[in-house]
């Protein structure tokens, strides 16, 4: 048993898998579940993980699990998640689920994409 265990631990899909469903444990309505797919080091992506990163340490404040998953080195995972393009963050949690296109650098619309902010 203790070598499954070891096996499922090394392998990248299992980790992610885990690590969504231990957020789904911890998960109350405040704490949002987000994973942003992006290509490599492109400038795009970069621009992507950084407005993310600045979203969630402006407006989420520790509540949230934020997961960024390159393409090009686990390729199933975009398949899991139906990504057609990338960079794509979808908010998982809290329900409903959300995808957002682009380097998210229009935060507004991410705001209220998320719910954060309520549409003017």
């Not at 998982?92 to 507004?108: N, V």
């Amino acid at each position: 048993m203790a070598k499954k265990k070891k096996q499922d631990e090394s392998s990248q899909p299992q980790d992610a898998t885990k690590a969504f469903e231990q957020a789904l444990e911890e998960t109350d309505d405040n704490i949002y579940v987000l994973r942003l797919y992006v290509s490599g080091l492109t400038p795009n992506s970069q621009r992507a993980i950084e407005n993310v990163r600045k979203i969630c340490n402006e407006h989420l404040k520790g509540r949230y699990h934020l997961e960024i998953i390159d393409i090009y080195q686990q390729p199933t995972l975009a398949g899991e998640g139906q990504i057609i393009a990338a960079p794509t963050l979808i908010k998982e949690l809290p329900l409903p689920l959300r995808k957002f296109i682009g380097d998210m650098s229009k935060t507004e619309r991410i705001l209220v994409g998320l719910d954060l902010r309520k549409k003017e």
